[in-house]
Nanobody, 126 residues
Framework: VQLQASGGGLVQAGGSLRLSCAASGRTFNNYAMSWFRQAPGKEREFVAAIRWSGGSSTYYTDSVKGRFIISGDNAKTMVYLQMNRLKPEDTAVYYC???????????????????WGQGTQVTVSS
């Protein structure tokens, strides 16, 4: 599976950005596409996930709830992260990832993911 992330950039605090991630290659029946981020000097952290297993479910880390929205297309090969009311602390490199057959409690742990994109920089100025 190849993942291509795009949409990062520089934005002022309070602004919005939309990240996209395109997946190609193998397909799966039960998998999650997620966004993680890594700020300088910090560990990679979970941001949001959409999991397809029959229907779809979404999950968010507490710090982005109410501001970010994750969505996917009907073909389940694209995932988007709409980021609103951005804050300087959202500044990081954002990565998309695919994890196969993950249970809910595993979604926020990067070591359970099978495939990773190259990352896209998001910078929020104050």
């Amino acid at each position: 599976v190849q993942l291509q992330a795009s949409g990062g950039g520089l934005v002022q605090a309070g602004g919005s950005l939309r990240l996209s991630c395109a997946a190609s290659g193998r397909t799966f029946n039960n998998y999650a596409m997620s966004w993680f981020r890594q700020a300088p000097g910090k560990e990679r952290e979970f941001v949001a996930a959409i999991r397809w297993s029959g229907g779809s479910s979404t999950y968010y880390t507490d710090s982005v709830k109410g501001r970010f929205i994750i969505s996917g297309d009907n073909a389940k090969t694209m995932v988007y992260l709409q980021m609103n009311r951005l804050k300087p602390e959202d500044t990081a490199v954002y990565y998309c990832a695919v994890g196969v057959r993950l249970i809910t409690s595993s979604l926020r742990w990067s070591n359970f993911y099978n495939y990773w994109g190259q990352g896209t920089q998001v910078t929020v100025s104050s």
